[in-house]
């Protein structure tokens, strides 16, 4: 059980266009959610927490109106880069925390990632 | 900042017991100290978790000293597939994660 998916798990765009991230609890709900990105050979950054029915939290220096956070219901956040620019490029990871049978309360559930390529 | 502290590398052969260690020295009452494992474009994954003395599990044990400033991951005879990078986390139930640095192990024949 515990089973986060992301899609897609990769794209390529090109500079000035918008694209959409979406990651999925399985088999959970996910009361919360967590946007994380990654540069080739550094650690994950938190980008920002979200909460079923409210809206996402940034982190400091995280551009809102860039990175669009949804989280509609207790499944499913999606991530939106607006606007795209080469800069962007990165890996992004989504993770889950929630409640269900076999989900332990004290446990971050981690997606695949998705890499975004921006030409 | 980071909450925790590891070796930002550590070498090892297979077969080998690796033990990593991660300091906390500011680890809250309701911290639970988890460690996660990544492989290059993969999400990371879960290892093990604790909150105090030894924890076990099929494919690691977790010590950690009655003060809980630290925490040590060890890995049973090590192979080449455990080459990765092994974070060490703090997690209070609900609340985001603060990634380190980790410790990239690189196992070798």
């Known amino acids: 059980g515990a089973v986060v998916s992301q899609h897609p798990s990769w794209v390529i765009c090109k500079s000035g266009t918008s694209v959409k991230i979406e990651c999925r609890s399985l088999?959970?709900?996910?009361?919360?959610m967590f946007w994380y990105r990654q540069f080739p050979k550094q650690s994950l950054m938190l980008m920002a927490t979200s909460n079923e029915g409210s809206k996402a939290t940034y982190e400091q220096g995280v551009e809102k109106d860039k990175f669009l956070i949804n989280h509609a219901s207790l499944t499913l956040s999606t991530l939106t880069v607006t606007s795209a620019h080469p800069e962007d490029s990165s890996f992004y990871i989504c993770?889950?925390?929630?409640?269900?049978?076999?989900?332990?309360?004290?446990?971050?559930?981690f997606g695949p990632g998705t890499r975004l390529t921006v030409t | 900042l980071a909450k925790t502290t590891q070796p930002i590398s550590m070498d090892s052969y297979e077969g080998q017991e690796v033990n990593i260690t991660c300091s906390h020295n500011n680890i809250a009452t309701n911290d639970y100290i988890t460690w996660y494992q990544q492989f290059p474009s993969q999400g990371p994954r879960f290892i093990i978790q604790g909150y105090k003395t030894k924890v076990t599990n099929e494919v690691a044990s977790l010590f950690i000293p009655a003060d809980r400033k630290s925490s040590t991951l060890s890995l049973p005879r090590v192979s080449l597939s455990d080459t990765a990078v092994y974070y060490c986390l703090l997690t209070g139930g609900g609340n985001k994660l603060t990634f380190g640095t980790g410790t990239q192990l690189k196992v070798e024949l």
């Open positions: 088999d959970f709900q996910a009361t919360t």
């Open positions: 993770s889950a925390g929630g409640r269900g049978p076999g989900v332990d309360t004290y446990e971050q559930y």
